[in-house]
């Protein structure tokens, strides 16, 4: 029962911060539209049952199983992932990358900058989410455009603060 309310609380703290990030660079709706299907049933059970406070639950269950079915079941369904956005390279015929909307790009900025700050909790410093970015790096599959955009804008946040990397965000049109 205690990793219902503890994993129920996190993933609200969570949502509520990226809701409050989302307002800040003029997408509220995707912020109010943000992570629902953790909520759902094998998204929040898994969550629960794996919950550890500091990490994602989706490690316990890859450990578990060797895959985890509630980030298959997330990244599926939320569009803020870059690992939504791969297709078939029509040429090559690989599974591929391909460039994500603006406006998911900036959700993802969003959501892993209040991922860093729940997870960190008092120890989080804005150069956390860049960081995290970069030790990922050589793991991901994100398309090149969509990584160098996000990596700027966790650069401004690293080095200048939230205000100047919402503000750039809010000015961003298009890349």
Same mark, same amino acid.
């Not at 909520?39 to 406070?53: D, I, L, N, Q, R």
């Not at 990358?97 to 892993?112: G, Q, S, T």
């Not at 997870?119 to 989410?129: C, E, M």
């Not at 966790?154 to 919402?166: M, P, Q, S, T, Y």
């Given at each position: 029962?205690?990793?219902? +309310?503890?994993?129920?609380?996190?993933?609200?703290?969570?949502?509520?911060?990226?809701? #409050?990030?989302?307002?800040?660079?003029?997408?509220?709706?995707?912020?109010?539209?943000?992570?629902?299907?953790?909520?759902?049933?094998?998204?929040? /059970?898994?969550?629960?049952?794996?919950?550890?406070?500091?990490?994602?639950?989706?490690?316990?269950?890859?450990?578990?199983?060797?895959?985890?079915?509630? /980030?298959? $079941? $997330?990244?599926?369904?939320?569009? $803020?992932?870059?690992?939504? +956005?791969?297709?078939?390279?029509?040429?090559? $015929?690989?599974?591929?990358?391909?460039?994500?909307?603006?406006?998911?790009?900036?959700?993802?900025? =969003?959501? #892993?900058?209040?991922?860093?700050?729940?997870? @960190?909790?008092?120890?989080?410093?804005?150069?956390?989410?860049?960081?995290?970015? @970069?030790?990922?790096?050589?793991? #991901?599959?994100?398309?090149?455009?969509?990584?160098?955009?996000?990596?700027? +804008?966790?650069?401004?946040?690293?080095?200048?603060?939230?205000?100047?990397?919402?503000?750039?965000?809010?000015? =961003?049109?298009?890349?």
């Amino acid at each position: 029962m205690g990793n219902l +309310w503890k994993h129920y609380s996190t993933i609200t703290r969570h949502r509520h911060a990226v809701i #409050r990030h989302c307002a800040r660079a003029g997408i509220l709706w995707r912020g109010l539209m943000h992570d629902l299907s953790k909520y759902s049933p094998t998204e929040f /059970w898994a969550g629960v049952k794996y919950y550890k406070g500091t990490k994602s639950p989706n490690e316990g269950e890859r450990e578990a199983y060797g895959f985890s079915r509630a /980030w298959i $079941h $997330h990244k599926g369904r939320n569009r $803020h992932h870059f690992e939504y +956005w791969t297709d078939y390279d029509r040429v090559t $015929h690989v599974m591929s990358p391909v460039k994500m909307p603006l406006i998911f790009v900036k959700e993802m900025f =969003c959501d #892993r900058v209040a991922a860093s700050k729940i997870y @960190q909790g008092q120890n989080y410093s804005p150069a956390h989410p860049l960081a995290y970015f @970069q030790r990922g790096t050589a793991n #991901r599959a994100i398309h090149p455009e969509t990584a160098k955009l996000l990596e700027g +804008w966790l650069v401004i946040l690293a080095e200048e603060g939230e205000k100047a990397a919402f503000r750039e965000i809010r000015n =961003c049109k298009s890349y």
